[in-house]
């Protein structure tokens, strides 16, 4: 793209061509004022906040060439009114006049802001955008200090418009910007919001049951100029200038999200420091500027009323509070005697501190450190995944995107809106999955395959087809694989044969393409890094075995799973919360938050990105690396316990996908666009500016050179259920009854209960109906459950969410019976 030459406020700036004068402008460090304009946005008009002067040089139609004055240089022809900067697109030559140069500008700004004031309410003393509003910080530098407009004539609207039961309405607030109804169409692809009626009375409103129904509708608050839209978790909670900021990262899932907390002293909370909202922070490689709802209200369990503060020993059948001396001690002895039979059982929760020191305890005992996980193939996204370069923003025209047993919008909300934008820059994108997403309609191709033909479905891309040649002939290609009715081998297979077709076709190695694993967890990534393995019968694996467990709750999940470790030799548990597996502990430790402390997690891009202490420490809590290093001490091992920068040095040092990296160079931040701040909110909404660390990705060892060897793709055998039974496959929904969503009360409607989804004509044949209770009954063990019919789900197949109390980890033969039947 060639630049372009021109003059803002006697100031010369070169740009891109193509850019529109207020981005012109704010690049050189000139704010124009907007309302409606906002950068990640195509501009709309709207609201004449941005007016200013704007000439360019008078054209010779003969020649097609400036015309000049008499010394020289191009004549400059303003035009007679006043024109907006965010829809005029710069151009060589051009001058532009901003209100720092220009009366008329000035002016015509002072009227737009007037205008705005006729009917706005004067409420700013309780307005929850009160400090950060755009309208306020613009009144005081640009309006009038009286009304000209009569107050009997003011429009008087609804205050307390609930649009869902996350996001609230003041209609008299509204200024019609439109930020909001384009966000939802343009950016999250959800046009659930719209404009109703007409001039003065045009109001925003809702067309979905439910209401506002996005995973993206907190966005809207952050880029909202005023304080129409707010949050129900932050609404009257708390002003702006009270609250303090810490940086950190999304802990819900892999993506990694940039995040600000928002913390500060109460009252109401016994005068403790307390989280009062997330918001976004800029990272344009990982998340841009936006978050998920489940990102933004799903913290509460970090500040739980069920926080374990002391370490607890098992005394005649029951826990009770024991120092922390005399709980290392035992547990130390305990794990030390068992030597090889030793098994540690971390989950992706966990930091990359804490997992390569757990790690490194197991390998020190000769025991095994398994990943608690229902999801495989990490391994393979260390050989052939993303790495050093990668952008999901940087693919367009020429791309190719496949995503397999995955659905992007319900496993990484983030993820869907930049593989849709990929697709509106020009990429090529392939879904592969047994059932409709709602990535279907952005996908140049969809293939709909049967569960269990997933190795089946990827391998034909190996052959010559239509969809093959296209993924096939792509610049860079990127496959994100998931475990959409799959368990762990099932997952791992898929996994295999996603890094074979990529190796096959040229990608393995390259800088924006690889293999990318949609994992359940925020730092599943991590611990494949870190050699962490998977077993394919974990029941049997913990049998008589001395266990430790950290950051996993598998006595929750599965009660076959809390057998087995209720006959484990020895049981210790690491955890925050006293959950279902830490009451059957010998010994449990508690853990801080990751909001307690500092740390990182490792994306399923593979990008290492630092977190920072937020809150105080709950009770006497610790870390959990540091609890690890002295058990490890306790056993004869040397481990480092005091400070996690100095653990990450040592886990670059022996894990190669980290080589070079350290603390500082994951804070290291570069300029990014659009450019946001705190300073200007009017520009970029609240969103904070990234000041503590952009992360930095790891390298594969096909980035490497390396050689290295892929395992052959096992195809799944076909499961076959009996007359009258279906096939249950486990799915994922991205509000779920976890320990990490549950204690959100705020999110309880969009988690709602456990629930079976059939086709209607299974649901029919079954003797079942929408919205009864029937018995879902699988492997020994039974549960009650809600009928759903969804006409995009196969006949003879159930889906059952994971996280929802049914311990559904795989394909499985179930019967679904109707509890009027039974009770009859």
């Not at 755009?134 to 418009?161: C, I, W, Y």
């Not at 959800?190 to 439910?210: A, C």
């Not at 890094?529 to 694996?541: C, P």
Request: neutral net charge; glycine residues 10%.
């Amino acid at each position: 793209m060639t630049d372009v030459t021109l003059t803002i406020d006697n100031k010369q700036v070169t740009v891109p061509a193509g850019m529109l004068v207020v981005d012109a402008a704010k690049r050189a460090g000139i704010d124009i004022p907007v309302f409606c304009y906002h950068p990640k946005m195509e501009p709309a008009g709207m609201c004449r906040m941005c007016l200013v002067e704007i000439g360019r040089p008078m054209m010779d139609r003969a020649t097609g060439k400036p015309v000049l004055d008499e010394k020289g240089d191009p004549k400059i022809q303003f035009m007679p009114k006043l024109e907006t900067a965010c829809t005029n697109p710069v151009s060589d030559g051009m001058v532009v006049k901003t209100q720092l140069t220009s009366e008329r500008a000035k002016a015509g700004q002072k009227e737009t802001v007037e205008f705005l004031l006729t009917s706005h309410p004067l409420d700013c003393p309780v307005c929850d955008k009160g400090g950060e509003c755009s309208l306020q910080n613009l009144t005081m530098e640009h309006g009038p200090g009286k009304s000209r407009f009569l107050f009997d004539e003011k429009q008087r609207l609804a205050k307390r418009v609930p649009l869902g039961e996350l996001i609230w309405l003041d209609r008299e607030r509204c200024i019609q910007c439109g930020r909001c109804v384009r966000f939802q169409s343009d950016i999250a692809g959800e046009p659930v919001i719209e404009f109703d009626e007409r001039g003065r009375t045009t109001q925003i409103v809702t067309f979905s049951d439910p209401g506002f129904d996005s995973v993206f509708s907190g966005n809207t608050t952050d880029i909202c100029p005023v304080g129409a839209l707010t949050t129900a978790d932050f609404r009257f909670g708390a002003r702006p200038w009270e609250l303090d900021a810490s940086a950190s990262i999304c802990a819900q899932c892999p993506v990694g999200c940039n995040i600000t907390f928002n913390t500060r002293r109460e009252a109401k909370s016994d005068g403790k420091i307390v989280i009062k909202r997330v918001m976004p922070r800029q990272n344009e490689g990982v998340n841009e500027i936006w978050i998920c709802d489940k990102g933004r209200f799903a913290y509460h369990y970090a500040e739980s009323e069920d926080r374990l503060t002391r370490p607890l020993i098992a005394k005649e059948g029951k826990l009770a509070k024991a120092s922390w001396k005399s709980a290392l001690d035992l547990a130390s002895e305990k794990l030390a005697a068992a030597k090889k039979n030793l098994v540690v059982l971390a989950s992706g929760r966990l930091s990359n501190e804490d997992l390569f020191n757990l790690k490194s305890l197991a390998d020190l005992a000769g025991g095994k450190a398994i990943l608690y996980t229902d999801m495989g193939g990490g391994e393979l996204t260390a050989r052939v995944g993303v790495g050093q370069g990668f952008d999901l923003g940087k693919l367009g025209k020429g791309d190719a995107i496949l995503v397999v047993a995955s659905d992007l919008y319900e496993e990484a909300p983030i993820w869907w809106m930049r593989v849709k934008q990929a697709t509106e820059r020009g990429a090529t994108l392939i879904v592969a999955n047994p059932r409709a997403t709602k990535l279907d309609k952005h996908a140049a191709f969809v293939i709909r395959y049967a569960y269990g033909d997933e190795v089946t479905t990827i391998e034909d891309l190996n052959d010559k087809n239509k969809i093959a040649d296209a993924f096939r002939k792509a610049g860079n290609a990127v496959i994100l694989f998931g475990s959409e009715g799959l368990g762990l081998a099932g997952s791992s297979s898929v996994a295999a044969a996603a890094a074979d077709l990529l190796k096959e076709s040229g990608f393995a190695g390259k800088p924006n393409s690889g293999l990318i694993g949609v994992w359940p967890r925020a730092n599943d990534q991590g611990a494949w890094e870190m050699g962490f393995e998977t077993s394919d019968d974990l029941i049997e694996e913990l049998k008589g075995k001395a266990i430790y467990v950290a950051g996993a709750d598998p006595a929750g999940d599965d009660p076959a799973l809390a057998k087995a470790l209720k006959a484990a030799k020895f049981l210790v548990v690491q955890d925050i919360s006293l959950t279902a597996t830490a009451g059957l502990a010998d010994v449990v430790l508690p853990a801080q938050a990751y909001t307690e402390r500092e740390g990182t997690f490792t994306s399923g891009e593979r990008r290492a990105q630092r977190f920072y202490p937020a809150v105080p420490v709950t009770g006497e809590a610790r870390h959990d690396f540091a609890i690890t290093s002295q058990i490890a001490r306790g056993m004869g091992y040397i481990l480092e316990g005091t400070s996690p920068s100095i653990v990450f040095d040592f886990l670059a040092a022996t894990v190669k996908s980290f080589d070079g990296l350290d603390y500082a160079k994951l804070a290291e931040v570069t300029e990014q666009w659009p450019i946001v701040g705190r300073g200007d909110l009017y520009y970029g909404g609240t969103t904070y500016e990234n000041t503590q660390g952009l992360g930095a990705q790891l390298t594969s060892a096909a980035g490497r050179g390396e050689t290295y060897k892929l395992p052959a793709a096992k195809k799944a055998k076909s499961l076959r259920p009996k007359e009258g039974e279906v096939l249950a496959v486990p799915v994922t929904k991205l509000y779920d009854q976890g320990a990490t969503v549950v204690p959100a009360e705020l999110l309880s409607e969009r988690i709602g209960e456990a629930t079976v989804t059939l086709n209607p004509a299974t649901a029919r044949e079954l003797g079942a109906e929408a919205g009864e209770l029937v018995k879902l009954a699988f492997n020994g063990t039974q549960a009650e459950v809600r009928v759903r019919t969804d006409e995009a789900v196969s006949t003879g197949v159930a889906l059952v969410p994971r996280s929802f109390g049914l311990a559904v980890r795989e394909p499985v033969a179930a019967s679904v019976k109707s509890t009027k039947k039974a009770r009859g």
